[in-house]
């Protein structure tokens, strides 16, 4: 037994003086070359060399046991009739000094130490995790960026420490199983240990090996795991230092130590999971399903199992299933362009790649619309953290959470807000834009942050915009500075053309789908001053509009339309000018064309021509007329003057008299006959005198 104990003990001495070399190798690597993780490692080295040194002293403390042990038997057996040995009783155990020394290191000394050691392992992972820099890889401590050099250098070293502490893990895993000598079982901790340095230690080489390629992304996720792999190691000592408190000792029952990790056990004996999993199974069903073919055969594939699965799902990472939606760009060792210079981008469907780390695939939802809240900060639901999205826009009311100001130009002067005043208002300025990728190259690889960069041209452009704009218009021609109103639709055209531009200038790779307006309004403090104001604009508008529409109708019914009559007064201004160049030629040209012009023309114009066209042939018919009338008179005249004299006196007589009774005596010259006439006579009774008609009526 004492060969035994005595070949333990070799094993943990090279151990402790090989994991010693290694500690001190990856911390003076790491601080030669800069990388963190490599002097992460080297703490991660230092604690296993802590658990063997433990061994060392818990065999070499056995071996002086067993070899006390040893000692005693042969002097007992050679000297059976001395005295000083008959004493089987509480006398003979006073002799026995190392195995009551290995009695107290088994039970205070090693539970003790696994709690320091579980202290070591959690402080020494918080203080790792708290000093990570930004690279891991990259730079010796937080906020100190160190220019790292020869990561092939280091690799080497680190596949070095693997590859020795692989061998010296499992040395030491297969005499802790040897079922001939129990008393190896506690090489099973330091032999853990030894595996999952070795399993880093690899990793990290693999890693750094990608550095050179300026693929830092696996190393720096290194430099998380190990502070984060001690924090876990040391609360499982923890914990089992408290178990063990607890848990129930059988004499010459092999109690595991507290800092005999069991994670990483499975790693150095994944036999082990099997046969827990068989005993509780054999326990359940009543008997040894450990024993039946199955058992065994899946006991005997388990790793080839295991592995295979692995494999396979490595293997997956060379299919890349990209959405109707997305788009992906594939980076070959970090380099998303080819050899041709052409990006490597993927459409929808499925695609291959070589594994990761070779091939990563980024997919991003090019076709997906995305949206920025500018000048407002949106409700959000505190159960869902959805945006709550407002039904109405009221002047007279927040809407947001938070909403900012911008400034907009005032239609006042500066004399009508005092001295030194600004003619400039405020508004609030609620802004939906919605976006999305149309060169997902440019949108991740131009920028380090393309959203905030997106948002803050939005706000730029926003700004010049309003600081030009006003809240209403007076014309059209200042339409295209209107926030409100029915500048808004031009407004909005501007203001997303602008932030088009601006994007495409920085190469950010988005198109701008929509932008709103319609949150655009005074502070509600003011809303009923600003409303004031727009009703006053409108009013005014309204007039200069009723006045374009008269002026319009007027020239309408004179001309026939505005265009013509606006002819004929750039007509009648040449002919006036003509006048008064006294240019005799121009003027009669003006005038034929004038008058033309007027003949032409439609409405009130036309009107008036052809009534005064009507009264002039009526006229000129009319004196034709009488000329030819008094021509037949004065023939007739001439033919018979006592004839024509007598017929137009008679025809006097009887214009004049048309309404006059007359009488007609016929009585020769020399006749004295008198007639008397009553003058008074009515000739017409009036109706009071019409009597008797009652009398007719009723016969």
Request: overall charge neutral; proline content about 3%.
């Amino acid at each position: 037994m004492t060969a035994s104990s005595k070949r333990a003990e070799y094993v943990a001495w090279a151990s402790l003086i090989l994991n010693v070399v290694f500690f001190a190798i990856a911390l003076l690597v790491g601080r030669w070359s800069g990388f963190f993780v490599v002097s992460a490692v080297s703490w991660l080295i230092l604690s296993s060399a802590i658990i063997w040194f433990v061994l060392v002293i818990q065999f070499h403390q056995r071996s002086l046991a067993e070899q006390e042990k040893l000692d005693m038997s042969q002097l007992a057996g050679a000297e059976r009739d001395s005295t000083i040995f008959r004493a089987k009783g509480e006398h003979a155990t006073l002799f026995a000094v190392a195995q009551r020394r290995l009695q107290v290191l088994e039970k205070w000394f090693i539970p003790v130490f696994a709690a320091l050691t579980a202290v070591y392992q959690a402080g020494i992972g918080l203080y790792l995790l708290k000093g990570i820099p930004a690279f891991a890889g990259m730079t010796q401590g937080a906020g100190a960026e160190v220019e790292t050099k020869q990561p092939l250098v280091c690799a080497i070293c680190m596949t070095a420490i693997a590859f020795v502490s692989f061998l010296m893990s499992r040395y030491a895993i297969g005499m802790s199983a040897s079922s001939s000598e129990p008393g190896w079982k506690p090489l099973r901790a330091g032999g853990s240990s030894l595996i999952g340095t070795a399993v880093v230690c690899f990793t990290l080489a693999v890693a750094l090996a990608f550095v050179q390629f300026n693929v830092v992304f696996l190393i720096n996720i290194i430099g998380y795991v190990i502070p984060v792999l001690l924090i876990v190691l040391g609360v499982e000592t923890g914990l089992n230092v408290i178990l063990d408190i607890y848990r129930p000792r059988i004499k010459g029952q092999y109690g595991r130590a507290a800092f005999d990790s069991r994670l990483l056990g499975i790693i150095s004996e994944p036999g082990e999971i099997l046969h827990t999993a068989a005993g509780a199974i054999d326990y359940q069903f009543g008997f040894k399903v450990s024993q039946t073919w199955f058992y065994k055969l899946l006991a005997k594939a388990i790793v080839p199992l295991i592995l295979f699965a692995c494999i396979t799902l490595y293997l997956l990472s060379c299919i890349v299933v990209v959405a109707p939606n997305e788009e992906s760009i594939i980076e070959h060792f970090g380099n998303p362009v080819n050899d041709a210079g052409k990006v490597r981008l993927v459409g929808p469907g499925l695609t291959f790649k070589y594994p990761w780390p070779i091939d990563i695939a980024y997919k991003y939802p090019t076709k997906k619309i995305r949206e920025l809240y500018i000048g407002y900060v949106p409700k959000t639901d505190p159960k869902t953290g959805q945006v709550i999205r407002e039904r109405e826009l009221l002047w007279g009311k927040s809407h947001y959470e938070q909403e900012y100001n911008v400034l907009v130009a005032s239609e006042q002067t500066t004399g009508e807000f005092g001295e030194g005043a600004v003619p400039v208002s405020l508004v609030k300025a609620n802004v939906p834009v919605h976006y999305r990728i149309k060169d997902l190259y440019s949108f991740i690889y131009e920028h380090n942050k393309p959203k905030e960069l997106l948002e803050s041209i939005c706000y730029r452009e926003l700004a010049k915009f309003t600081a030009s704009a006003r809240i209403e218009v007076d014309d059209q021609a200042g339409i295209e500075h209107s926030l409100l109103g029915s500048g808004r639709a031009e407004a909005k055209r501007i203001l997303t053309d602008r932030i088009q531009k601006a994007a495409d200038a920085e190469h950010l790779g988005v198109e701008i789908v929509f932008l709103g307006l319609q949150g655009v309004h005074p502070p509600p403090e003011v809303a009923a001053d600003y409303q004031k104001v727009v009703g006053a604009v409108q009013k005014k508008q309204a007039l200069i509009l009723g006045a374009h529409a008269e002026r319009n109708k007027t020239l309408s019914s004179i001309a026939g339309s505005v265009s013509y009559a606006n002819h004929l007064y750039d007509l009648a201004a040449e002919y006036q000018s003509a006048k008064g160049k006294v240019d005799a030629g121009k003027i009669r040209q003006l005038a034929v064309e004038l008058d033309e012009a007027f003949a032409q023309a439609k409405g009130d114009i036309f009107a008036t021509l052809r009534k005064s066209q009507s009264y002039a042939f009526e006229k000129a018919t009319l004196a034709e007329a009488v000329g030819r009338r008094f021509s037949s008179q004065l023939n007739a005249y001439r033919a018979a003057k006592e004839i024509y004299k007598q017929q137009q006196r008679l025809m006097v007589l009887e214009d004049s008299m048309s309404n006059i009774r007359k009488y007609v005596v016929t009585a020769d010259a020399n006749d004295t006959q008198v007639f008397i006439v009553d003058v008074q006579e009515k000739l017409t009774p009036s109706l009071y005198e019409l009597t008797g008609l009652e009398e007719h009526s009723k016969k």
